[in-house]
Every structure is written in structure tokens, then in C-alpha cells.
């Protein structure tokens, strides 16, 4: 079964460090998502992508951060300086169709584990 | 603010018991409802999407039920089994298209 892939799965760098999170959708799937989930705390919704542009962004999602599909398969998360507060498990989505027809179901990647020191 | 709560935070029952997991949310004008599971260190996988339109799905041994009026949604599982271990998330596509998520219910079922 088509899966989303996330690379790496683990990542430690430094405050002030910019780090690239990757992420490869299931291969049919035009849009794509991050979510960021801070320990112990809510999923919480980043930034969706689709034909190249942002299509909708969280408060979030400041000027640190930004998206890129850098090839035909794969959707980069990039923080520019890291702080010691964008430690988190980063998830990556995809989906075949736009969310606003309300019945199309997200399949997420197993993560990747940001710590910043 | 759109706000999603659910409780209980945790809950632990003996396997073969019938389940609630109970969701609720602040504002109905919502696209759907979605309910996940997230193992341990894992990602989060979709077990059942409602549409706003509609008032419940089925899959196997889960039914989701969704009252948009009250704001609340169930999650029931029926004849619980330790595979069913996990940590559930509901989570509310608004019409801003920002899926908005619950803090989960983390289950243990008891062998």
C-alpha cells in the first residue's frame, strides 16, 4: 500500500541551525501538509501546499519556516534559525484532492523528531 | 477561537468491553470530523472521516457518530482487544481548511 515517507526520522542540531525536513507523498497525491506536535501537547497545523503554493498557512507558520517541492516527489520543510521551542515531532500529509469537498482523508508519514539544543 | 476537547484524557478498561471516546468542538460551521489513532512514537493513521453532512460512519468494530448541532462526536469500539492500544485523536476540518485537532484519549485495554 502507498505510503508517505519522512526523512530523517530523528534530527538534533543547534539553536540558530537551519534544518531541511523531508518528506515524499504518496506518489498520486497533489496536496500536501506539515503538522507539528510538541511533546505532550496538540497536533497543530503548519501549512498546506498545492501546485507549488502555499494555499493556506498557521500563525505558526512565521517567516522561519518555509515550503518547497523541490522535484516531483519530493516536499521540504525548512527552518531557517532553529529555536529551542521548535522542538517537535514534525509530520508531513498528503491527500489526492483538496480538503473542501470535506471527504478527503490525509495519510501522514511516521515523523520526524526535532531537537533543538 | 475553534477549540476541540476530548475526553477522558485517558482510559483504561479490560479487554472485551464496549468503548466511548467522546470529542467535542466550538464552532459546527466544519467541512468534517476525523478520527485517528497514534501509536507510540508513530504517525497518525485515519480510522474513520465524517462529512459534515452526515451523522455517523462505520469500520468494523468502530462507529463515529457526529451531532454538529451539540458539537460532539463519539467514537465507540466494540469488543475492545490490547491491539486497540493506542492514543486517539479527533480532529475538525473548519472552513478555513485548517484541521484542528483534540489533545486525545489515551487508551490502554487490559489483557
Known amino acids: 500500500e502507498p505510503e508517505v515517507t519522512q526523512t530523517p526520522s530523528h534530527q538534533v542540531t543547534q539553536m540558530g541551525q537551519e534544518v531541511i525536513l523531508r518528506c515524499v507523498p504518496i506518489?498520486?497525491?497533489?496536496?500536501f501538509y506539515w503538522y507539528r506536535q510538541i511533546l505532550g501537547q496538540k497536533v497543530e497545523f503548519l501549512v498546506s501546499f498545492y501546485n507549488n503554493e502555499i494555499s493556506e498557512k498557521s500563525e505558526i507558520f512565521d517567516d522561519q519556516f518555509s515550503v518547497e517541492r523541490p522535484d516531483g516527489s519530493n516536499f521540504t520543510l525548512k527552518i531557517r534559525s532553529t529555536k529551542l521551542e521548535d522542538s517537535a515531532m514534525y509530520f508531513c500529509?498528503?491527500?489526492?484532492?483538496?480538503?473542501?469537498?470535506?471527504?478527503?482523508?490525509?495519510?501522514f508519514g511516521p515523523g520526524t523528531r526535532l531537537l533543538v539544543l | 477561537k475553534q477549540e476541540v476537547t476530548q475526553i477522558p484524557a485517558a482510559l483504561s478498561v479490560p479487554e472485551g468491553e464496549n468503548l466511548v471516546l467522546n470529542c467535542s468542538f466550538t464552532d459546527s460551521a466544519i467541512y468534517n470530523l476525523q478520527w485517528f489513532r497514534q501509536d507510540p512514537g508513530k504517525g497518525l493513521t485515519s480510522l474513520l472521516l465524517i462529512q459534515s453532512s452526515q451523522r455517523e460512519q462505520t469500520s468494523g468494530r468502530l462507529n463515529a457518530s457526529l451531532d454538529k448541532s451539540s458539537g460532539r462526536s463519539t467514537l465507540y469500539i466494540a469488543a475492545s482487544q490490547p491491539g486497540d492500544s493506542a492514543t486517539y485523536l479527533c480532529?475538525?476540518?473548519?472552513?478555513?481548511?485548517?484541521?484542528?485537532w483534540g489533545a486525545g484519549t489515551k487508551l490502554i485495554i487490559k489483557p
Open positions: 506518489s498520486n497525491h497533489l496536496y
Open positions: 480532529a475538525v476540518l473548519y472552513s478555513n481548511y485548517q484541521l484542528i
Open positions: 500529509a498528503s491527500s489526492e484532492g483538496g480538503l473542501a469537498g470535506g471527504q478527503e482523508t490525509q495519510y
